[in-house]
């Protein structure tokens, strides 16, 4: 593996230019009143209620999801590009989608092998044919970001799904103004505050045609669900409502909420349900989470749904290393990020290749998502490999393989004081008339020594995520 890239240090250990301000107050604030300030920070986020639950504890327990007092901080120009990166991914994603649910030209040219998109579980055949408001399938989109030891940066994966996280963006950035408002006095920092406004303008823009002022509201599978605090906190921010999906009913193809002053109409649906319980009639017959009759009113144009059903064949892994061909056939260009190298282990050459370097590799399941499903070979135990490696020659096709990259770190305040961690970055993108990418988005950090798992559910932690504003 490479050697890390220090986020807040140079090669020579001389603090980089960006970081300098915070720095200097780390430096010349004493350790009781750092600690205080984490202190306070940890009653906060209980107090508000910021916590994740983990699937498959017995306990059911929610954990407070860590969250660290020094920042990551990115310079303007380096902002600029990542930006630049980020709008045309998602560009292409979304052309992508409208291509495979319509004329299908990609898969007709073989850029991409068919039975790779139609034989996917995350294909959608009931969206075949069907024209969205605005074309635009992925209205919320987080994009994982990881810079390598070279220090260039990489598209980890795309998340068109469910682009969770972004509650802890905004409580973090909330967090640090109150305790060091002093630093964001003294320097632009380009603020996150805006995005529920943004999310509401982008939901709106989506409705039906012809709808003056179009109702919106967050459908939640529930308060059991792992995210829960996220959906209520969203649809709080944004002054709509969180309904269940029993809070829903179909009339004549339109969906109606029901109030304590009888039902409303309800246009536009930020749906936090997966595709398969999202209308029993449809889909799952078994789901209680879901609206019968939701699909035929999204398909009679009288509803939309963000994110449109069968957007997950878009972000699966399988799929995932087409993307850079997606730009260069849909937008002419080439990309402006890169992809982490990929191997396809139902491709034989790829899977001996795979077979041979378990150890060295991080090898995951297509449809993983979370922290699961994977494994990171230099970290593994040679049982854990053993046991991998059955998984694999049982199911080729449903893994790929990539290096492990040495995650970049950044100074994290730890038992023993601070030490380097590794980082990820998950930039928050909305797609409407036009594309807007939220400054910054959610770092996120292996809290244990040497992990590059940085997932909430695997015992991750969080950062505020600064851009500079300005010429530097």
Same mark, same amino acid.
């Given at each position: ?149 070279? @220090?260039?940066?990489? *598209?980890?994966?795309?998340? !068109?799904? #469910?682009?969770?996280?972004?509650? =802890? &963006?905004?409580?973090? $950035? ?64 944004? @002054?709509?409502?969180? *309904?269940?999906?029993?809070? !829903?009913? #179909?009339?004549?193809?339109?969906? =109606? &909420?029901?109030?304590? $002053? ?211």
């Amino acid at each position: 593996m490479q050697p890390h890239f220090d986020e807040m240090h140079d090669a020579g250990g001389n603090v980089r230019p960006h970081y300098r301000a915070f720095d200097d107050w780390l430096r010349n604030t004493p350790d009781e009143q750092i600690a205080h300030k984490r202190r306070q920070a940890e009653i906060s986020f209980h107090r508000v209620g910021i916590t994740f639950s983990v699937y498959g504890e017995e306990t059911g327990n929610e954990r407070l999801i860590p969250f660290d007092l020094v920042p990551r901080i990115l310079p303007a120009p380096e902002w600029r590009m990542l930006e630049a990166g980020l709008r045309q991914r998602v560009h292409a994603l979304n052309l992508f989608l409208g291509d495979v649910y319509g004329e299908q030209r990609i898969l007709r040219e073989r850029r991409i092998p068919p039975e790779l998109v139609l034989d996917n579980s995350e294909y959608r055949r009931e969206m075949q044919g069907l024209r969205v408001p605005g074309d635009v399938y992925a209205h919320i989109s987080g994009i994982d970001l990881v810079r390598a030891g070279d @220090g260039e940066y990489y *598209v980890l994966e795309d998340n !068109l799904r #469910v682009a969770s996280g972004v509650s =802890y &963006m905004l409580e973090n $950035r909330r967090m640090m103004a109150r305790l060091i408002p002093e630093l964001f006095a003294s320097q632009q920092i380009a603020p996150v505050e805006r995005y529920p406004d943004a999310l509401l303008g982008i939901l709106r823009q989506a409705a039906p045609a012809n709808i003056d002022n179009p109702i919106a509201a967050v459908l939640t599978p529930g308060a059991a669900n792992s995210a829960y605090f996220e959906h209520a906190f969203l649809a709080q921010q944004m @002054g709509v409502e969180l *309904v269940e999906g029993a809070d !829903l009913f #179909v009339r004549d193809d339109m969906v =109606y &909420m029901r109030t304590t $002053r009888g039902p409303q109409r309800v246009h536009v649906i930020y749906r936090r349900v997966n595709d398969d319980f999202l209308d029993p009639t449809v889909f799952r017959p078994d789901s209680l989470l879901g609206v019968p009759g939701l699909f035929a009113a999204y398909r009679a144009g009288n509803v939309t749904l963000a994110n449109a059903p069968g957007t997950g064949v878009a972000d699966d892994k399988s799929v995932y290393p087409y993307v850079p061909e997606m730009i260069r056939f849909y937008l002419s260009e080439e990309p402006i990020l890169h992809n982490v190298p990929t191997r396809m282990l139902r491709n034989p050459d790829d899977l001996q290749y795979a077979l041979e370097r378990l150890d060295e590799l991080v090898v995951k399941e297509v449809h993983g998502a979370g922290g699961y499903g994977m494994l990171v070979g230099p970290a593994a135990s040679r049982a854990e490999i053993a046991a991998f490696r059955e998984q694999i020659v049982a199911r080729p096709g449903n893994y790929i393989a990539q290096p492990t990259l040495s995650l970049s770190t950044c100074p994290t305040f730890v038992e023993s004081g601070l030490a380097p961690r590794h980082i990820d970055l998950r930039p928050y993108i909305l797609s409407g008339q036009r594309i807007h990418v939220v400054p910054g988005g959610l770092t996120r950090v292996a809290l244990r020594e040497g992990s590059l798992v940085v997932n909430s559910s695997q015992g991750g932690g969080t950062k505020d995520t600064w851009v500079l504003e300005g010429p530097e």
